[in-house]
């Protein structure tokens, strides 16, 4: 894979396509709890399950259907018409209340608290990734709908408009635009906070002075508003084409209206290269945060070993965190991972820079994720069950 | 989701994608670094030389492969460490060195600097210097380049230098050191073929410019300093960049990764620190080249030098002293 490029720049993408419709749906519900059981009867926008942590949002049918089945951690509905719920309207007040009902609309509003500073990141997530370009030139009323929305809880002084130089950034009301180099990792949360603020924050530890979002959170808060209806979408790259895929399509289904051909041993992943997810098979379904889909064949991807450190200091180098991931990966490979925390585990923002560079092809990152996990679980005393949930969302040791 | 689905797919974390480099690549290409440097070896001692390379290449590798056998680990061999361990090796010694000084030699340099510590990667020493280190000590007669080599006519200037002082070598050029013409480590002389390997490396980057600048700077800094002091005693500058290895020493022994530093100011203090090491041990120490123990002396600094390190992103922060806050605070 030496053609891969860390440039951020998007070039010119088409129109936000639609998703064509599966004919079922199997919906991730990895920190929900379902509530309704197999047999029943959904409406498009009918609540199936709520959420188990503060400020992520509950989950809606995206279609009309029957649930055949629950799982752990997905809800397979079969889909056989198009009766819609009802609309529901916003309430009038802002603040607690606002947020609470696009928390119930399905709308991740974790982060939206009062604060100074509000920041939208506009800066493609990874290379490969185009989806905010066509939201910023087709979809600006939904944008302005979805900033006033965001405007009421947050009640900012200031506003900024992050993008990558080159990209496309036309700014909002009252809304600073900022540029920042077009590459990766640039457009990672902590990158950009850091290029608006110069404050440099902890993965885990959002900053109390700053929000920050993502031209597709705006998006999704000004379509609630809109249309009264609850989040069941999400937008992702396909190719170099954008589409609005409702969640829980199988990936399989995807790949299939794509064009392309799944081969065993390929990898699936659910997102960019560098950080996305891999699919563990064709039926598993898009989350609401799946931001592009790409099929790698088995031998261009990489294939980690189990090498040891040569001490190069490639990872170093090309760290933006400033840490040193070879030594916490021994430090993991031999579970010392007490000893991580010496080498500042906690400021790793997890971008994969290290492992695309590891001559020895070590998987640094999962060392690292495992090493936060272990300390996690070392820190805080609650059960291994929950703490699996928490880290299959990429939350382990998140702070409350 | 539970029973697995055709076609079975390849689960993984990220990153998913790769610079494409691979340890046998690096490996690689460093022992194509080094091939110019070979060949001048081969050209200017004869096949004495070519004899004392492949010996010591077969017996790194072969000494690898039986540690790996014996400590019931996984065949190694074939990410070519071994191979250039055993090259590198060679370089140091005279052409004239006996085969079972070649035998012990390498297969110290495998064993004591490299397996002893876990393998490829662990070892805080640079390898091929472990193996020279034990040489020199145990047989110093047999390693000595000038007195191995009294059928050569080609001068020696380290070893002039050092008994026969500053005069002896008014006569030697610039020039005739630069192409290799020379006593010394049969590699380590070749220093415009080995300028060229090295910066054919820094080109690849496999090789950063920090440790050999570093080393470099220290070499051309200190011997200047000693030429103020006394002139007609020290040597000048150029003098001590061109004799010995001390263009191997900077780009092929002191960049060893296991042992050096990371980070640009660790990796320039390891450099100078180095560089100011061979010119002290060149001027009071016995032995007339002092690269090599200058480096193996400056690899024991390195666990100190990679103390010296930025502050990480947001940090520092650990949850043990996140805890004990109002302790250390306290203290303090």
């Not at chain 1, 709890?33 to 409406?43: A, H, K, M, N, R």
């Not at chain 1, 760290?319 to 916490?328: D, L, S, V, Y």
């Not at chain 2, 050092?162 to 030697?172: A, E, V």
């Not at chain 2, 003098?239 to 020493?249: C, D, Q, R, V």
Request: hydrophobic letters at 40%.
């Amino acid at each position: 894979m030496t053609t891969f490029s860390f440039s951020l720049q998007t070039g010119e993408t088409g129109p936000l396509e639609k998703g064509s419709e599966p004919d079922r749906l199997r919906i991730p519900i990895p920190c929900h709890t379902p509530i309704l059981s197999e047999g029943d009867q959904v409406l498009v926008g009918t609540k199936i399950a709520i959420a188990n942590h503060d400020g992520s949002g509950d989950m809606h049918a995206p279609m009309a259907g029957i649930i055949q089945d629950i799982l752990p951690y997905s809800m397979l509905i079969k889909v056989n018409g198009k009766d819609r719920a009802k609309t529901k309207k916003a309430p009038s007040a802002d603040g607690a209340p606002l947020k609470e009902w696009l928390r119930d609309m399905g709308a991740q509003v974790k982060n939206i608290d009062k604060a100074p500073i509000l920041i939208i990141n506009a800066v493609p997530p990874e290379p490969g990734i185009s989806i905010y370009d066509p939201l910023l030139r087709d979809y600006r009323k939904t944008l302005e709908l979805g900033l006033e929305t965001v405007q009421r809880i947050v009640k900012p002084s200031k506003m900024f408009l992050v993008a990558a130089k080159g990209n496309r950034a036309n700014a909002f009301a009252n809304c600073t635009v900022m540029h920042v180099a077009p590459t990766y990792p640039n457009g990672i949360d902590e990158m950009v906070i850091k290029a608006v603020t110069g404050q440099e924050v902890l993965p885990d530890a959002p900053p109390d002075d700053t929000v920050i979002l993502s031209v597709s959170d705006l998006y999704f808060i000004g379509r609630i508003m809109e249309t009264g209806r609850p989040l069941t979408e999400t937008i992702m790259t396909i190719g170099n084409r954008n589409y609005l895929i409702r969640v829980g399509t199988p990936v399989g289904f995807l790949a299939e209206q794509a064009g392309a051909t799944v081969q065993p041993g390929d990898r699936i992943v659910m997102g960019g290269p560098m950080r996305g997810l891999t699919a563990i098979n064709l039926e598993q379904g898009v989350g609401k945060d799946t931001t592009g889909l790409q099929i790698l064949r088995k031998d261009e991807s990489l294939k980690t070993t189990d090498n040891f450190c040569l001490g190069c200091g490639e990872c170093e180098r090309h760290c933006p965190a400033r840490i040193m991931p070879g030594m916490i990966s021994r430090c993991a490979e031999f579970k010392q991972f007490k000893r991580a925390e010496d080498f500042h585990i906690h400021s790793c923002i997890e971008c994969g820079i290290c492992g695309y560079w590891c001559k020895a092809q070590r998987p640094l990152l999962q060392y690292i994720r495992l090493a936060k996990y272990e300390l996690a679980l070392l820190r805080k005393d609650e059960t291994p069950s929950d703490m699996i949930v928490q880290a299959e969302t990429g939350q382990a040791g998140e702070k409350e | 989701m539970n029973k697995p689905l055709e076609p079975i797919l390849t689960v993984s974390v990220p990153p998913h994608v790769h610079c494409g480099r691979t340890i046998k690549g690096y490996m690689i290409e460093t022992i194509a670094a080094l091939m110019p440097a070979a060949l001048m070896a081969t050209y200017m001692f004869g096949m004495g030389a070519l004899r004392v390379m492949a010996l010591s290449c077969a017996v790194a590798v072969t000494t690898e492969a039986i540690c790996n056998k014996i400590m019931g680990r996984k065949q190694s061999i074939d990410d070519f460490s071994g191979l250039l361990t055993g090259l590198l090796f060679s370089f140091l010694l005279p052409a004239s060195a006996p085969w079972w000084l070649v035998t012990v030699g390498a297969a110290s340099s495998i064993i004591l600097g490299k397996m002893i510590f876990g393998g490829l990667g662990a070892s805080p020493l640079c390898a091929p210097v472990v193996g020279w280190a034990v040489c020199r000590i145990s047989w110093g007669t047999v390693m000595d380049t000038n007195a191995t080599m009294l059928s050569s006519n080609l001068p020696a200037p380290l070893q002039q230098l050092k008994y026969f002082g500053l005069d002896s070598i008014q006569s030697i050029q610039s020039s005739t050191l630069l192409i290799g013409e020379q006593l010394g480590g049969l590699g380590e002389v070749q220093v415009i073929a080995l300028l060229l390997g090295g910066a054919f490396l820094l080109i690849r980057r496999h090789v950063r410019w920090e440790i050999p600048t570093g080393f470099i700077a220290g070499i051309l800094i200190t011997t200047w300093i000693y030429q103020l002091i006394d002139p007609t005693t020290y040597a000048p500058p150029m003098f001590h960049l061109l004799a010995g290895g001390t263009i191997f020493g900077a780009f092929f022994l002191a960049t060893d990764s296991a042992s050096s530093p990371i980070g640009l100011i660790p990796c320039l203090l390891f450099g100078l620190i180095a560089g100011t090491m061979v010119i002290i041990i060149r001027v009071y120490g016995i032995y007339p080249d002092g690269v090599p123990f200058a480096i193996l002396l400056t690899n024991l600094f390195t666990p100190l030098l990679d103390r010296i390190r930025p502050k990480p992103f947001g940090g520092p922060f650990s949850y043990s002293s996140k805890d004990e806050e109002g302790a250390t605070c306290e203290k303090c």
